[in-house]
Every structure is written in C-alpha cells, then in structure tokens.
C-alpha cells in the first residue's frame, strides 16, 4: 500500500474511534450531586425514586444514592456505638441520563434545593442566574464509593483539645487530665495527666478515658 493511502487509511480510522468516543460519552449516564435541605437525604432520595416510577423515567434516572461509611462513636462513658456516617452530609448522587425531563424530575423534588454545576449569568437583571448541573468526574465518584465500603470504621470521639478527662482503665486508671491532642485515625489521644505533681503527657486509647462533666 502506498505510504499516502496508508496514512489516509490510518488518519479515517482516528476519526472513528473519535466519533465513537464521543457517542459513548453522549450515551453514557452520569452521576450528579444534588443538594438538599439538611437532614432530608433519605426522604429525598425516596421522594425521587416514588417520581421515577411516576413520570415513567425509569430509562434516564437510573440510581439514588447516599453514601455512607462505618463509624465508631465513643460516648462520654467511653462505651462504643456503631453506626453509619454520611460521606456528604446535605447531598444525593443521582445516576442518569442528563435531559429536561430527568432533570425537571429531581429538581421539582420536594427539598431538592439545586445540582451542583456552574452558575449561568442571567443576561438582564439581578438575581442568581440558571445553573447548568456539571457531572462528577471518575476520580471523584471512584473516591467517594471506595469511602462507603471501607472495612475499617472510622472511630469518632465526642473530645477535643482542652477537655477534662478521666482516665477509666489501664495503669494511670482515676487519674485525671486535660486533652491537648485527638487523633481519630488511630483511636488514640494525648492528655497531661498530673503525676507526682507535674504534667506528664501521656498517650491512651479511645476506650481508655471518659470526658468529665
């Protein structure tokens, strides 16, 4: 084959691959993040299922979510709760096909306040203009699902820097304290404890101390 054919062979073949990139961009449903009123995650995410099924839009809006991730919360007493954390509080992700009539279903939604997306400038006016619901990209959906199924729980602890402790169990058991440093990541926090007759600080567990009244 003479080398100008096979560079329009190759140069046409570029084109198709491109043209179906771009087809599989367009056909592809995306995930948005949609912010609602706070501590109305659930009943939103029920609320836009209920419309799916009633506009008939089960073809373009395909997933609900609220992510979550495990937690440990350790109470004043020092016992431990298990529960479930939002990865973002006062947001549902919404997996679909972008067009007027999916995004009159969820933005019409009873406490839906907007997508997330970049603000249109209103042409005359004042006031705030349309805006354009921007998808998440892959990075930010892959990170935010690898939170919700985590293994380990994260540990959360109701003290911060500067609160009286005391200590529950372990060799400085009864002693008293203040906080000076929290680390969640490690289940461990830093207190001064008075021991023969000087702040010492010393490193203890979670499980170990209980916050004053």
Not at 55 to 61: G, N, T
Not at 146 to 160: F, G, S, Y
Not at 165 to 191: H, W
Request: hydrophobic letters at 35%; aromatic letters at 6%; a positive charge.
């Amino acid at each position: 084959m003479a080398p100008a054919a096979k560079e329009g062979q190759n140069s046409a073949l570029q084109s198709e691959q491109t043209k179906r990139t771009e087809i599989n961009t367009l056909t592809e449903a995306l995930w948005y993040a949609v912010q609602v009123a706070s501590g109305c995650e659930k009943r939103v995410k029920t609320n836009i299922e209920q419309r799916i099924q009633t506009f008939d839009v089960a073809d373009k809006i395909l997933q609900v979510e609220i992510p979550h991730t495990p937690t440990v919360k350790i109470r004043r007493d020092g016992s431990r709760h298990n529960s479930e954390e939002k990865v973002f509080p006062g947001y549902v992700l919404v997996r679909m096909f972008m067009d007027d009539d999916s995004w009159q279903v969820v933005k019409n939604t009873s406490h839906v306040i907007n997508f997330v997306g970049s603000e249109q400038k209103r042409g005359t006016g004042r006031g705030r203009g349309h805006v354009k619901p921007v998808p998440l990209s892959i990075g930010e959906v892959e990170r935010i699902f690898k939170q919700a199924t985590r293994q380990e729980p994260i540990v959360k602890i109701d003290m911060a820097t500067g609160d009286k402790i005391v200590v529950s169990s372990g060799p400085f058991k009864d002693f008293e304290g203040e906080v000076i440093e929290v680390s969640p990541e490690r289940s461990k926090l830093k207190a001064l404890l008075s021991i023969f007759g000087r702040d010492t600080p010393v490193e203890l567990e979670f499980n170990q101390v209980k916050k004053q009244a």
